[in-house]
């Protein structure tokens, strides 16, 4: 291997920490289809076309441009954080900086073409989204020969590195539909290394299993939380290894902790509506309630688990509060407006959701596989070219990363499912009073009422904090909100050990998402040990932990992580 320590290949510890910034979730992507993007460029292609003079301008430029390169007068520079070009081999080598420095001009002349065209506004974020992923494709850190650190590596390796890589290619072609590996699954096995906090299942459905985790304190609170996860991953992503564990913080700060494990659907499940996940949890509820002894718990629901949660918790009305009497929502959008904000909003419209729906409802599901391999084409140099320079032409391997295990363990929705929460985007039921009934109760959110806690990440392109931000003002005046210095899942898995982490926290009024930032209380360290706190103050008496789980009513069906996860 060679010693240069001038040019380091792409750190596994890089790559796994842009993929985690792009975890999967049940986002406005979840309507996407292949086919809206080859629409999207379409609409380019025409605009092209039809503006003949605009494009002519930007080739002109373009050439313009290279002149300026070949002579040596351009200052162009990668964007500050761009990882693609941090081998010094780009400044250092003429060749080299020249071909960044077209890359980068030949780029901006192709956004700028967008730009220029008469279309409208939301067409050219959709051109833009075309563009973005053409432009990150063609990147010469992509190819071998153009690579130096690909170069070097096929040098000092002997060529060994081309054939590990050609041998990684040739096994994604085989087992990852093609796509390059992020994660070397080999090393995680679930219940083994990964989703071990101890526990039992105590309760089951055809939807879902209820798992009860083993207290670790001699005394608890009394009231129990019980965690709904979202329903197109599986449940572990708050329990990974043990020192990113959310689960075993909680059951380490005496909550009596419940969490939620969706059996993953197939196409005879088609028929699961948002009514029948709801009957489900209130199933789930009401066996944490008589199992801990208590009138009434505490939910937590992520993403659109927070989606589920509140759904159930709105259909109880008035008597809410006689089972559900705090209610923590995480990266949680309740105004579905608001996704607007993410770059995948343009593509959001009436036609596409339809068209979203009829295929799901032809298949019977949407699956998981398929969304996550839409979702690496929006974050292509994260989620694909990453990995397609480790993989195939450095030769590495993935790197072993408990978060993208959990990534990668995707699951499928029921067309139901998936109908009712496209159905969200244009009813939005949740500020829109009387627009959704679940199971004979219409969704009324000021007749219910409950102690929140909103947590949002200030880097979520998922869940844009500032529609997390509208939901804890949907909650109502009173609701704490806390912005995380992270993105999406970062902003849950966000332990006391993470010397990283900060926060804004305050209470929610009727200001705007910027004047809250303005005038929040900012804060070193994880919002775990505030929430702790916040819990703790609502969580009951202390009482003698138990001493063995379940109930006579509720016996323990097996060990935790229970059988769904395995599904």
Same mark, same amino acid.
């Given at each position: 291997?060679?010693?240069?320590n ?5 750190a ?12 999967l979730?049940l986002?406005?992507l979840?309507?996407?289809r292949?086919?809206d ?9 025409k ?7 605009v494009?002519?301008e930007?080739?002109l430029s ?11 007068k351009?200052?162009?520079?990668p964007?500050?954080?761009?990882? @693609? ?8 080598s ?18 700028g ?8 506004d $939301? ?7 075309v563009?973005d992923?053409? $432009?990150?494709a063609? !990147?010469?850190?992509n190819t071998m020969?153009?690579?130096p650190?690909?170069v #070097? %590596? ?12 050609l041998?990684n290619?040739?096994d994604?072609? /085989?087992?990852?539909r ?15 290394n990964?989703?071990i906090t101890?526990g ?9 299993e209820?798992?009860q ?6 005394t608890?609170? %009394? ?6 996860p979202p329903?197109i991953?599986k449940?572990y ?20 902790t ?20 709801v ?5 789930? *509820? ?26 159930y918790?709105? /259909?109880l ?5 006689? %089972?559900?009497?705090?209610? *923590? ?10 996704a607007?904000?993410? /770059?995948?909003?343009c ?7 339809r068209?979203?729906k009829?295929?799901?409802?032809? #298949?019977?599901?949407?699956?998981g ?11 292509p ?13 450095l030769?590495n ?8 295990f959990?990534n ?5 929705l029921p067309a ?6 496209l159905?969200?985007?244009f009813s939005n039921?949740?500020v829109?009073?009387?627009k959704?009934?679940l199971?004979? %109760? ?5 007749k ?9 990440g *200030? ?7 500032k529609?997390?931000y ?5 909650m ?11 993105g999406?899942?970062?902003s ?7 010397t990283?982490?900060?926060f ?7 200001d705007t998402?910027?004047a809250?930032m303005?005038? !929040?209380?900012?804060?070193?360290g ?5 929430w @702790? ?13 138990p ?21």
């Open positions: 291997m060679s010693t240069d001038r040019t380091p290949e792409p596994q510890a890089d790559l796994s920490e842009a993929a985690s910034r792009n975890t979730a986002n406005p979840v309507g996407i292949g086919q993007l080859v629409d999207s460029a379409g609409i380019l292609f605009a092209v076309m039809n503006e003949p003079k494009a002519t930007q080739w373009f050439v313009g441009e290279l002149g300026s390169i070949v002579a040596g351009s200052e162009r520079t964007k500050a954080g761009d990882k @693609r070009f941090a081998d010094p081999t780009w400044k250092e003429s060749l080299h900086s020249g071909l960044l420095k077209s890359y980068l001009a030949w780029g901006e002349a192709v956004s073409l967008v730009d220029k065209t008469s279309l409208s $939301i067409d050219k974020a959709r051109a833009h989204l563009t992923i053409l $432009i990150d063609v !990147a010469p850190t020969l153009t690579n650190a690909a #070097r %590596k096929f040098i000092d390796s002997g060529g060994q590195s081309m054939w590990s890589g041998k290619y040739l994604d072609l /085989t087992h990852n093609g796509m390059p590996s992020m994660v070397d699954s080999s090393a995680f096995k679930v219940g083994e990964i989703a101890p039992a299942v105590v309760f089951r459905n055809e939807l879902l209820l798992i985790y083993t207290p670790t304190t001699a608890v609170r %009394k009231r129990p939380l019980l965690i709904t329903q991953n449940y992503s708050l329990d990974l290894s043990p020192d990113k564990s959310m689960i075993r913080f909680l059951l380490e700060s005496g909550i009596q419940y969490a939620i494990s969706w059996r993953n659907p197939t196409a005879a499940h088609r028929d699961w509506g948002l009514d029948t996940y009957a489900a949890v209130d199933e789930a *509820v009401d066996a944490a309630r008589e199992i801990s002894g208590s009138e009434d718990i505490s939910m937590m629901g992520a993403c659109s688990g927070g989606i589920t949660s509140t759904a918790f709105a /259909t009305g008035s008597a809410a509060e006689k %089972k559900i009497k705090n209610l *923590v929502l995480a990266v949680c959008l309740l105004d579905p407006n608001s607007e904000e993410s /770059t995948l909003g593509l959001m419209t009436p036609e596409t959701m068209l979203a009829e295929s799901s409802r032809l #298949r019977g599901i949407v699956d596989h398929d969304l996550a391999r839409m979702f690496a084409w929006m974050r140099n994260d989620l694909i070219w990453n990995y397609w320079v480790n993989n195939y032409l030769g391997q993935p790197p072993a990363f408990d978060i993208l959990w990668a363990d995707t699951t499928r139901a499912l998936h109908r009712d929460y159905d969200l985007y039921p949740f829109n009073a009387g959704l009934t199971n004979d %109760k219409t969704i009324d959110m000021s219910v009422k409950a102690d929140s806690y909103i947590v949002a *200030v880097t979520d392109h998922i869940t844009p904090w529609g997390v509208k939901t804890a003002q949907i109502g005046e009173g609701t704490t909100f806390v912005l995380a210095n992270s999406h899942l970062q849950l898995v966000n332990p006391p050990t993470n990283k982490a900060s804004m926290i305050g209470p929610i009024t009727t998402p910027d809250f303005a005038s !929040a209380e900012k804060r070193k994880s919002w775990w040990l505030d @702790r706190d916040w819990m703790h103050a609502r969580s009951g008496d202390e009482v003698t932990a001493a063995s789980l379940g109930s006579a009513k509720h016996s323990p069906l097996g060990a935790a992580p229970g059988t769904y996860v395995f599904e």
